[in-house]
């Protein structure tokens, strides 16, 4: 078999192990060479893989029980809670919620319950990280348009977790889309009927956004839609590219077919969209780039890093205002709020301001550099 096949003698075992632990798939591999090729792989670098997956197993199960507690807060106080990553994701696509990483929880609610799902976390001690300061009215406006999720710190058990309002941001997908998609969403019955989940239509939509809006670097992001893709017959494709039709994000489905057909050899249940698209090989092509920069960890968020971003994200959906949308996103940074609070009155001077405002938090961390140094 393939898998076999890989494990020849000349494979440089650290760097695999770092490539794994990059692409955040420590428990998946490790029950694979487990169960085909345990004979084949060092036993110190199965054994380090193991204690792994079983530190992921032990994080699952602090996750589910903080799940169950929130999700109870959440329905006392009257709140609809959707899920969308984590454990249930990897017991709905895997049938078993230890086989993909999770470091944290991602929750959905309505934007209009967003003020109270705030004050509810907060209420029960959670600290809110980003944004980490209080926000006037015209900030906080600005930053639900602008962006999506609020992330938060829950101190007992050390569980992160994120407040979302929309899957991605408004320029992507719309807000009615998103509210469709809450009214759809289908409850866990293992959590009473508190918490729900994406329904099956939506699953698939979800998961192309969530990985095309990150460029794919992780594997882990690519084998969630492949799971989706081995269970889907040519209708469920052909629904799919409707909807994605519908969204004007067409690309972004043939940016991860594309990408599970080469990467993954998986066979595609129907003629993939934008197979002929330049656009869509571009995406392509950035994607793989991306998957294979081994210096990648996911925390380089400087000022290159959102130049980067937005560039590659205006390669993803059609339309003049879209674009400009992607654009102005650059000229709207909640440091600057931080760094000089201004009352709402005078809001709009910080995209005047903006340029200054990046030059002196510049100037100030390279001191700190030389200082260091």
């Given at each position: ?24 798939l ?11 090729a ?5 036993a ?8 792994r ?14 799940l ?13 809670l ?26 959905l ?14 209420e029960?001690g ?9 926000l ?23 569980i ?5 309002w ?12 998103v ?14 009927n508190?918490?729900?989940a ?23 992001w ?7 893709l081995?269970?889907a ?9 409707a ?11 043939g ?64 339309g ?10 650059l ?9 000089l ?23 100030r961390?390279?001191?700190q ?5």
């Amino acid at each position: 078999m393939r898998l076999v096949a890989c494990c020849h003698p000349g494979v440089d075992w650290q760097a695999f192990v770092t490539l794994v632990e990059r692409h955040h798939l420590i428990p998946m591999v490790y029950r694979s060479l487990s169960s085909y090729a345990a004979g084949l792989v060092p036993a110190p670098v199965l054994a380090a893989l193991r204690e792994r997956a079983e530190h992921n197993r032990q994080r699952v199960l602090q996750l589910l029980l903080a799940l169950g507690r929130i999700s109870e807060w959440f329905s006392q106080a009257g709140i609809p809670l959707c899920t969308l990553k984590g454990p249930v994701l990897a017991q709905r696509l895997f049938g078993d919620a230890s086989l993909r990483t999770s470091t944290d929880l991602d929750l959905l609610v309505h934007p209009d319950r967003l003020a109270q799902a705030d004050a509810l976390l907060l209420e029960h001690g959670c600290q809110r990280v980003v944004p980490a300061i209080p926000l006037t009215p015209r900030q906080r406006q600005a930053y639900q348009q602008e962006w999506y999720h609020s992330s938060y710190f829950l101190p007992e058990p050390h569980i992160h977790l994120e407040l979302h309002w929309s899957i991605a941001s408004p320029d992507l997908v719309s807000p009615h889309t998103v509210a469709q998609m809450l009214s759809r969403a289908q409850p866990l019955s293992q959590f009473g009927n508190r918490l729900f989940a994406l329904a099956d239509e939506d699953l698939p939509v979800y998961l192309l956004v969530h990985g095309s809006k990150h460029n794919w670097v992780r594997l882990k992001w690519l084998l969630d839609f492949a799971a989706w893709l081995r269970c889907a017959n040519e209708n469920d494709w052909k629904a799919l590219q409707a909807r994605m039709t519908d969204l004007g994000l067409l690309r972004s489905l043939g940016q991860g077919a594309l990408l599970a057909n080469r990467l993954l050899a998986l066979p595609v249940p129907g003629a993939i969209p934008g197979a002929q698209d330049a656009r869509v090989h571009r995406l392509v092509r950035s994607s793989i780039k991306a998957i294979q920069n081994r210096d990648y960890r996911g925390t380089e968020f400087g000022k290159m890093q959102r130049l980067h971003l937005a560039l590659y994200a205006l390669h993803l959906k059609d339309g003049l205002r879209y674009k400009w949308d992607v654009l102005r996103k650059l000229w709207i940074f909640p440091h600057d709020w931080q760094d000089l609070p201004l009352p709402d009155a005078l809001f709009p001077l910080y995209g005047l301001l903006r340029p200054f405002l990046w030059l002196r938090r510049y100037y100030r961390h390279y001191r700190q550099r030389r200082l260091a140094a």
